[in-house]
């Protein structure tokens, strides 16, 4: 049918309808995304993270681009969608190390709840691989987790892998949440993650599986392999959003 026929036989107010209905159709979609997730009908907000403030402006230049760098932007970061009622876990919580005397700083400060990354606010894990590990004290249904391991310069933290797992040892039941280890020097597997520049914003990660569902697990295992400016390893704060599973 050509198009001029077609005009003819539908007309402008079928037109309209047409239009309007792609409009709905947007809309309504929309609302659906923004405002429901997995399969529970259950209405999503605006995971809320309180922010530090900068401690620097500007895109970093002295760390070059790389297929396995995310783009650094300093636009706002969109929000991640979460079911209500998200507190953040780790606040106060024990926190152990593989080391376990820091060259800097205590390890409360990971879960201290101040994260604003000057002097006296992070602390300083010896070189190479090393891992931080949270006790969120009884199992729970996690379904994001933010972190800042150094913002006081823009910096990219090496390997870093975040696990979860019902055992303190992580030997059995380990899911990992997140790893960016893309040549496995590390030694934990491959991983998919980009690499990612830090700044007052952190790393916010999204530790739901492809159908939306949390994780579940009482402890969060951090691991870091030095960074761009160094082979040392460090936190300001890590905090985990969630509730006690049922
Ligand atoms: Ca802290
Ligand atoms: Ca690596």
């Not at 309209?16 to 399969?39: D, Q, Y």
């Not at 009908?41 to 809320?48: I, N």
């Amino acid at each position: 049918m050509s198009q001029s026929l077609r005009m003819g036989v539908v007309g402008w107010g079928g037109l309209f309808a047409v239009v309007w209905g792609v409009v709905i159709g947007w809309a309504g979609r929309g609302t659906l995304g923004a405002e429901s997730g997995g399969g529970s009908g259950e209405q999503l907000v605006p995971l809320e993270i309180k922010l530090p403030r900068p401690l620097f402006q500007g895109t970093p230049k002295h760390i070059k681009p790389a297929p396995t760098l995310e783009k650094y932007t300093d636009k706002p970061r969109p929000p991640l969608m979460v079911p209500p009622g998200l507190k953040n876990l780790a606040l106060k919580k024990k926190v152990t190390s593989s080391d376990s005397e820091p060259i800097v700083g205590e390890l409360a400060m990971v879960t201290d709840g101040d994260k604003e990354g000057s002097d006296g606010s992070f602390v300083e894990l010896g070189p190479g691989k090393q891992w931080v590990q949270i006790d969120l004290e009884t199992q729970a249904e996690i379904f994001a987790i933010q972190l800042w391991h150094y913002h006081a310069e823009g910096r990219v933290y090496q390997d870093v892998v975040i696990q979860v797992s019902d055992d303190p040892e992580f030997k059995t039941g380990v899911v990992t949440v997140f790893n960016n280890d893309f040549d496995n020097s590390s030694g934990m597997g491959v991983g998919k993650d980009l690499e990612y520049i830090e700044d007052y914003r952190g790393k916010l990660i999204d530790a739901r599986d492809e159908k939306g569902r949390p994780v579940r697990g009482r402890y969060v295992r951090l691991y870091s392999n030095g960074n761009t400016s160094n082979d040392l390893n460090h936190y300001v704060e890590v905090e985990v959003y969630g509730k006690p599973a049922s």
